[in-house]
């Protein structure tokens, strides 16, 4: 439900990008590292919606992290990433 979608959304990218991106980055000795590993996870943590879903969602965690480098906050992402979601969510009820 509603509560899903936003728990989900906020839980990820405080996962993803909040603590994973820091990280790796650090373990990797670069922001860049972080970045695409992290989002390389976020799309592999996807693979149960199918064979398309985890590039897309790479995609997405790319952008979602560097919306969080760029800001140097991941709550901005946090609300894109529940609106994203709802906009899903509400499209595929329709």
């Known amino acids: ?3 899903g979608v936003v728990c989900t959304s906020i839980g990820e990218e405080l996962f993803y990008r909040g603590y994973l991106l820091k990280r790796l980055a650090q373990a990797t000795g670069g922001v860049g590292n972080g970045l695409v590993l992290s989002s390389l996870l976020f799309g ?3 693979t149960y919606q199918g064979i398309s ?3 897309s969602h790479a995609a997405w965690g790319f ?3 560097a919306f969080v480098l760029l800001l140097g906050r991941v709550w901005p ?3 894109a990433h529940v609106l994203h979601n709802l906009y899903l969510e509400a499209v595929s009820l329709a």
Do not use: F, K
């Open 77 to 79: 992402a946090a609300i």
């Open 44 to 46: 592999l943590a996807h």
């Open 1 to 3: 439900g509603l509560l």
């Open 63 to 65: 952008l979602l992290g």
């Open 53 to 55: 879903a985890p590039l």
